[in-house]
């Protein structure tokens, strides 16, 4: 079960192409001012941010072609993606987040871990199929051997040595810290010597304590989060950066996990990538017992998308609503997620397997240039390639990604 804002309200916001100072023009004073100072290459306030995340009517139609404005400005036509596949090598997890319908208790009958017969098989297909990368992240499976995470990635290099590993999250470096009584240096490089490309920057969430104690108590903190990502990118180990949305929060919650995001992004450089998730309600905890009122999809997601375009101007939407976020601010279209099982099981219905033929075809739509990159935006095919860390264009820009 899902619904969408009506598609001709998120089609006229989406799709308006008349002049940005008309927009304006149109638009509440307060908003106009803000909208004018992100335009002048300004850097918007926390409480500016939070005033944009509550736009509506003709304030969000003026949000929407200034992000999609500075896009042009930033990045001009061209839209990324990544050719990757996601492989859950376990689905037992004990953290028990109360957004999350992926996990399972050892003893229930669909839980599953993989061994690493299946891993480096399902590696490569992926690179039979053109990947690029494998994306790897599981449940916290308190079974698992202390060196795991090492031992997965040592095997998968020794046997497909050009493959990307975008692998682990910072939850998971917490545990496997821990459970190999190792700091979070010494962890993080030994993991990167073994293999370790980039870190998504997921089991972010909401990145405020209080609302991360209604998610889920057991999960990594504020703190903990921060000095794992920047441990990290000080080790010379890129990470993704992320938000969840469309559960508990506030705009105020969401305004400042971008300042927090933006304010790491100028210490470090270490974000390849600013990705908004959109919470998935229908078979979690948190909604069967009443905690979140389910949000309709499209004007929410605009909204958000072009916010954070402004705010760092430094897909799980589905097709149409994936292209339609090209025009608000996206520059890339994420990647073909082969065999994505988190969201799916979450009550998705978007967000699994697409392929590279359609993704070009979706951002043709759109009167874009599609061009598929390494995880850390090299071009593939192109000198350079994955060397090709954070292009000069994005140290200290965000690609925000459908």
């Not at 909604?287 to 705010?311: E, F, M, N, S």
Request: glycine share 8%.
């Amino acid at each position: 079960m899902s619904w969408f804002d009506p598609w001709e309200q998120i089609e006229r916001v989406a799709l308006n192409d008349e002049p940005v100072d008309r927009a304006l023009a149109r638009a509440a004073p307060a908003v106009r001012a803000i909208l004018a100072r992100a335009l002048a290459g300004q850097e918007l306030s926390v409480d500016e941010a939070e005033a944009l995340l509550g736009t509506t009517g003709d304030d969000l139609v003026a949000l929407v072609r200034t992000a999609d404005t500075i896009r042009e400005t930033d990045v001009g036509d061209e839209v990324t993606y990544v050719v990757n596949r996601n492989i859950n090598f376990t689905n037992v997890c004990f953290v028990n987040c109360q957004f999350c319908a992926f996990k399972r208790q050892r003893w229930e009958e669909d839980a599953y871990t993989h061994g690493m017969d299946v891993v480096l098989g399902k590696v490569e297909e992926a690179i039979g199929r053109g990947a690029t990368e494998v994306c790897m992240q599981g449940g916290i499976n308190p079974d698992m051997a202390p060196f795991t995470y090492r031992d997965i990635l040592a095997e998968i290099k020794r046997r497909f040595p050009a493959i990307h590993v975008h692998a682990f999250s910072p939850m998971e470096i917490m545990y496997g810290a821990r459970r190999t009584n190792m700091d979070y240096p010494a962890y993080i490089g030994m993991l990167r010597d073994g293999g370790l490309g980039s870190i998504p920057g997921t089991a972010a969430e909401i990145l405020d304590d209080e609302v991360r104690e209604i998610l889920s108590h057991k999960k990594v903190d504020v703190r903990t989060w921060i000095e794992i990502i920047t441990t990290a990118h000080r080790l010379g180990v890129p990470t993704t950066s992320t938000v969840m949305y469309g559960h508990v929060e506030t705009a105020g919650h969401v305004a400042r996990h971008l300042d927090l995001m933006r304010r790491i992004q100028k210490e470090t450089g270490g974000f390849t990538e600013f990705v908004p998730l959109g919470f998935i309600w229908e078979n979690t905890k948190l909604y069967h017992d009443g905690k979140v009122t389910p949000q309709p999809k499209g004007l929410r997601d605009l909204r958000i998308y072009a916010t954070c375009r402004l705010v760092l101007s430094w897909v799980k939407l589905g097709h149409r609503l994936a292209q339609l976020s090209l025009r608000a601010g996206c520059n890339d279209f994420g990647g073909t997620l082969m065999e994505e099982s988190i969201s799916r099981e979450a009550g998705a219905d978007a967000g699994e397997y697409t392929s590279a033929e359609e993704i070009e075809t979706l951002v043709r739509g759109m009167g874009r240039r599609p061009v598929q990159r390494t995880t850390l935006y090299g071009r593939v095919g192109q000198p350079g390639g994955e060397s090709d860390h954070l292009r000069s264009d994005q140290q200290e820009r965000i690609a925000p990604s459908a």
